[in-house]
């Protein structure tokens, strides 16, 4: 662990209060106070989450959901597998998210499965506006892969059924500055409802950082 | 570079040869052939690129609210490297967004448009494959609008000819409001 790595955890714990091991996370907690509260489980000896998100939507100018993170900086690759526990709205969302700030409103983008098998890159570009989504053809519901690349204002989506190598179908672009928040997301889509959603092989790793110029 | 549309009604195809810096960011710069629309349709034409030139050279599908150079618009586009695009602006003078899929290579794209009240669906497929659909996105660009081909060459100082063929586009009888 570099020294920046360890301040920039002791900061997130200071503004945050952290009560568990979140293995490659740091923080959980509800964004945009649903009524209904979620909660994050780590396992770390079978390094599974479950997750609990209620919600009304992560859509338009507001997002509710239960938010599993840590705070990022540069380029990076985070990958999850995951599998809705249940029935709930068909919309029910769940996968990776990158946010600006914890703000309802923020700046985010997210590669996530709806509870009926269909895949999204969704994406608010600046703080305030509203979301703009792409949906991809429908899979079957099941286990999915799900993988996210950084590459400055590229962001790639992966994704496979469980067992199969994730390949690349879509990349968008935000302009997220500075440290961003990088995690997972569970929404149900449904304010009077809760949705837990199991996630496993979690990684988050950080490109190697550019070479230093040559002057 | 001015452009041109040249069309032959015996065999119904469009040789559309379009110049422009992109159709991206805040300003768009491409030829445009178009007709005023409202309501649902399925939009379809074959592509092929005849000229050389930058990766990302386009032909697109597109819905545009005006012929304002920083108009709101969604469309298709195919790359001159074969990748299909979904771009779109969502308001007058704002930003564009994109969503970039994967490439099967360069070669004879077939594409399709349609649109359901505010989804926007859309297809593709290369060298006379199936048609398989690349995914939907949402549209609140109303009617009317103009919907069309375009052509941009994605240099100033190059032009990009594309011919389309097999162009249709069909509406149900009763268009929506």
């Keep these: ?40 489980q780590f396992d770390a000896a079978t390094g599974e989450f479950r997750i609990t998100g209620s919600g009304a939507n992560m859509w338009a100018k507001q997002d509710q959901f239960q938010f599993a993170w840590r705070e990022i900086t540069g380029n990076f690759t985070i990958t999850a597998t995951m599998r809705f526990l249940g029935q709930g709205a068909e919309h029910r969302k769940a996968g990776i998210m990158l946010r600006q700030s914890l703000d309802t409103d923020a700046t985010y983008m997210d590669v996530l499965m709806h509870g009926n098998g269909m895949p999204a890159l969704q994406w608010r570009s600046r703080k ?31 994704l496979a059924k469980a067992g199969a ?51 | ?16 040869t379009g110049s422009g810096t992109d159709i991206w960011g805040r300003a768009d710069q491409f030829r ?81 448009v349609v649109r359901k009240g505010g989804t926007v669906t859309f297809w593709a497929a290369k060298d006379g494959a199936p048609l398989l659909e ?8 109303g009617n009317p609008f103009l919907l069309g081909l375009g052509v941009s060459s994605h240099s100033q100082t190059a032009v990009n000819t594309v011919l389309f063929s097999d162009v249709s586009l069909e509406m149900p009888p009763a268009a929506r409001k």
């Design chain 2, 32 to 112: 445009y052939l178009w007709r005023e629309v409202s309501g649902d349709f399925t939009f379809t034409a074959t592509t092929k690129f005849l000229t050389d030139g930058i990766a990302h050279r386009k032909a697109v599908l597109m819905l545009r609210k005006s012929l304002d150079p920083d108009s709101a618009y969604l469309d298709l586009a195919l790359h001159g490297d074969g990748t299909p695009v979904v771009q779109f602006r969502n308001a007058k003078g704002d930003t564009t967004n994109t969503v970039d899929l994967v490439t099967a290579g360069p070669g004879v794209w077939k594409l399709r």
């Design chain 1, 165 to 215: 190598e994730a390949v690349r179908v879509a990349n968008t672009e935000v302009a997220f500055t500075g440290p961003i928040l990088v995690g997972l997301a569970v929404c149900s889509h449904d304010a009077k409802a809760s949705d837990t959603v199991v996630f496993s092989d979690v990684t988050v790793e950080s490109a190697p950082a550019p070479a230093p110029r040559v002057p």
């Design chain 2, 134 to 141: 690349l995914g939907h996105t949402l549209t609140n660009l």
């Design chain 1, 128 to 158: 305030g506006e509203d979301t703009n989504a792409f949906d991809l053809p429908l899979l079957e519901p099941g286990t999915y892969k799900l993988k996210l690349v950084r590459t400055g204002v590229k962001m790639h989506m992966y």
């Design chain 2, 1 to 16: 570079m001015q452009g041109s549309t040249e069309f032959d009604a015996a065999t119904g195809q469009y040789k559309i």
């Design chain 1, 1 to 40: 662990m570099t020294t920046t790595t360890i301040l920039a955890a002791l900061l997130a714990t200071s503004a945050f209060a952290q009560t568990a091991n979140l293995g490659p996370f740091s923080n959980s907690g509800d964004v945009g106070a649903p009524t209904r509260s979620g909660s994050t």
